[in-house]
T-cell receptor, first 114, second 115 residues
Framework: AQSVTQLDSHVSVSEGTPVLLRCNYSSSYSPSLFWYVQHPNKGLQLLLKYTSAATLVKGINGFEAEFKKSETSFHLTKPSAHMSDAAEYFCVVRLSGGSYIPTFGRGTSLIVHP | NAGVTQTPKFQVLKTGQSMTLQCAQD?????MSWYRQDPGMGLRLIHYSVGAGITDQGEVPNGYNVSRSTTEDFPLRLLSAAPSQTSVYFC??????????????FGPGTRLLVL
């Protein structure tokens, strides 16, 4: 079985300050983990993914995430928020053994204040 | 490439009406899926397909039918619309479903309102 928990439904930051969006997962097998971003009234777009090659993963638009097996976490960070980062972010887990059907977190809404 | 396309963008239905949401991809992807997105619920899988002629149920399949006669198209049918089916529907595709590392590509979504 697999599950994913996004610990915050909303995160509010000021422009230019760091961003931290938290994601914890549980799985019986080695997971692949993804972060997707959804801008208002748009589809989802891949930000980055972890596939066991490296624990620190760099994505688009300055985002990165670190896979921590001991903490079963895959938190998303960015050093300096931009107004254009305001969006909904989804953490997703897929197992390396099994049906490969992805499980989505409930999403975190990132609000960026000027 | 157009990627994943969905039509219509927005639809209003009356309770009991039927309709088909269209999804097409031009990337020769084997795996296609339909999700619904409701506030605070994330995305929930309705149906998926691992190739032409093969479909299976996801987490919330009741009230929906799918078929996959070609690699490119994966329509979602609402048999008798209910207000509980008011949602935003996303179609997604990936090259295959044989590995956990596959990236999914999403369409722009269809907003459905059932009165």
């Amino acid at each position: 079985a697999q599950s994913v928990t996004q610990l915050d439904s909303h995160v509010s930051v000021s422009e230019g300050t760091p961003v931290l969006l938290r994601c914890n997962y549980s799985s019986s097998y080695s997971p692949s983990l993804f972060w997707y971003v959804q801008h208002p009234n748009k589809g989802l777009q891949l930000l980055l993914k972890y596939t066991s090659a490296a624990t620190l993963v760099k994505g688009i638009n300055g985002f990165e995430a670190e896979f921590k097996k001991s903490e079963t976490s895959f938190h998303l960070t960015k050093p300096s928020a931009h107004m254009s980062d305001a969006a909904e972010y989804f953490c997703v887990v897929r197992l390396s053994g099994g049906s490969y059907i992805p499980t989505f977190g409930r999403g975190t809404s990132l609000i960026v204040h000027p | 490439n157009a990627g994943v396309t969905q039509t219509p963008k927005f639809q209003v239905l009356k309770t009991g009406q039927s309709m088909t949401l269209q999804c097409a991809q031009d990337m020769n992807h084997e795996y296609m899926s339909w999700y619904r997105q409701d506030p605070g619920m994330g995305l929930r899988l309705i149906h998926y397909s691992v190739g032409a002629g093969i479909t299976d149920q996801g987490e919330v399949p009741n009230g929906y039918n799918v078929s996959r006669s070609t690699t490119e198209d994966f329509p979602l049918r609402l048999l008798s619309a209910a207000p509980s089916q008011t949602s935003v529907y996303f179609c997604a595709s990936s090259y295959s479903n044989r590995g956990s590392q596959e990236t999914q590509y999403f369409g722009p979504g269809t907003r459905l309102l059932v009165l």
